[in-house]
């Protein structure tokens, strides 16, 4: 009777182990989760359509007077952030390790609402920093030599006094667009929301007092915070472009990250809204997986309960206490 029970434990352990405690993966939830938000991706290709917009329509061109050359003097110098490069370290950077955390919790929801949410935080913010760019027409820190290539600028301003460029038209167009600085907007939004992210799955603000955490959390902002430095440096924002443009990408972040997770500092701030809802309905249909689980479970604490003929007492395993607490974490949606 004793060997019978153990087999039983043994085979209850083995159906353990090939349970997935991530419920919800792409293979069980994914269509349902595309599905519900077709509408989110639909609107992601109209701010697409808007962001190319901005780009291609001409920025207003803010009169600039021959004193206010001589603040606008610096001279051209390449990006040393170039502009392919931003796609790669606010985005593509922040989808790996979505990906990384996917095949550890094999949690549909949390990836799929974390790259529509870093691509919300993005565009949303490209949209807002080129419509500014557009709308006010600043003039960059380099604009005297777009203006003027050859560094004349005699007979360069009409009778108002408002410049008359001689350079490139396409030099002069991007001349205008100063303010505010679009690489930093978009390393805050992209990088800001890995923080954000970050913060929520190793629990930075679980009151234990672990900086190590914090430290993680912050290096993705002092890469955007870099990258904001280069503008300045390269001579192609003034500060103040910098500022606004971190500003409104950690906004748009923040805002895009919270309709998706709960905050960074919540006990339940490791995982999404949609997973706990999912959690939810499942407990409330009486899925099958689950039942079996909670069937197998009270199986596994009768079958420890039972005794030996003879008085021999079968005492329970030494590893019940693990398989509890894996149902118990099981049951609060915490595997």
């Not at 008359?164 to 002069?172: A, E, N, T, V």
């Not at 300045?232 to 606004?244: A, E, I, K, N, R």
Request: aromatic share 12%.
């Amino acid at each position: 009777m004793a060997l019978k029970n153990l087999l039983r434990i043994f085979q209850f352990q083995g159906r353990m182990n090939e349970v997935d405690l991530g419920a919800y993966t792409i293979q069980s939830h994914g269509a349902t989760v595309a599905r519900t938000h077709m509408h989110d991706w639909l609107i992601l290709l109209l701010l697409v359509v808007i962001e190319v917009i901005l780009l291609v329509i001409h920025p207003f061109y803010r009169f600039v007077s021959k004193d206010m050359m001589v603040d606008l003097k610096y001279p051209m110098k390449d990006n040393t952030v170039p502009v392919w490069a931003v796609p790669l370290y606010a985005v593509l950077l922040p989808i790996a390790i979505f990906l990384l955390f996917y095949m550890r919790r094999r949690d549909v929801y949390d990836l799929h609402h974390s790259i529509l949410g870093l691509l919300f935080a993005v565009l949303i913010t490209a949209v807002v920093t080129d419509a500014i760019k557009d709308a006010v027409g600043r003039p960059r820190p380099d604009f005297f030599w777009r203006c003027f290539p050859d560094g004349v600028d005699t007979n360069g301003y009409d009778k108002l006094g408002n410049v008359i460029c001689h350079g490139k038209d396409s030099d002069i167009r991007e001349g205008h667009k100063s303010f505010p600085s679009g690489h930093t907007s978009w390393s805050f939004a992209g990088l800001g929301f890995l923080s954000f992210y970050l913060s929520g799955k190793i629990k930075v603000f679980d009151r234990r007092g672990h900086v190590a955490k914090l430290c993680i959390v912050i290096l993705p902002l002092l890469l955007a915070s870099l990258v904001g430095v280069s503008r300045v440096d390269d001579y192609w924002h003034h500060w103040q472009d910098v500022f606004t443009g971190g500003l409104i990408g950690l906004v748009v972040a923040a805002f895009c990250y919270l309709q998706f997770f709960p905050a960074p500092y919540n006990d339940d701030g490791w995982c999404t809204y949609a997973y706990f809802r999912a959690l939810e309905e499942t407990r409330s249909t009486g899925n099958t997986d689950h039942n079996a689980l909670h069937f197998q479970a009270v199986d596994a604490q009768a079958v420890n309960q039972q005794t030996r003929p003879n008085g021999d007492g079968f005492t329970s395993s030494p590893m019940s206490h693990d398989q509890s607490s894996t149902l118990d974490e099981l049951e609060l949606g915490r595997k």
